[in-house]
């Protein structure tokens, strides 16, 4: 899961921040070996430049965007609640 903030439009000379919640469709994060891997390879024998990462146009698909948000501190929280609903354990 990824989050980051964007700009909206709120009138016509104001915008503000929304923070938006997304899943990543090309790479994940194996937690276990504490790396990045291209999802189409989750045994990690491919290797590819960190800058694939950071490219524009990234495939995601959002999941939520918050503009009651106003810092990372409190996306996090939410994130965390977010994640928590989402995979009850």
């Known amino acids: 899961m990824i989050v980051y903030s964007r700009s909206y439009e709120k009138c016509f000379d104001r915008s503000e921040l929304e923070y938006v919640f997304a899943l990543h469709e090309e790479f994940c994060y194996d937690?276990?070996?504490?790396?990045?891997?291209?999802k189409e390879d989750m045994k990690g024998s491919i290797s590819f430049p960190i800058e694939m990462v950071d490219k524009p146009d990234p495939i995601i698909k959002i999941l939520k965007v918050y503009r009651s948000i106003n810092?990372?501190?409190q996306a996090q929280v939410e994130l965390y609640k977010f994640v928590t609903c989402s995979n009850p354990a």
């Open 31 to 38: 937690y276990e070996n504490h790396k990045l891997k291209l």
């Open 71 to 73: 810092s990372y501190s």
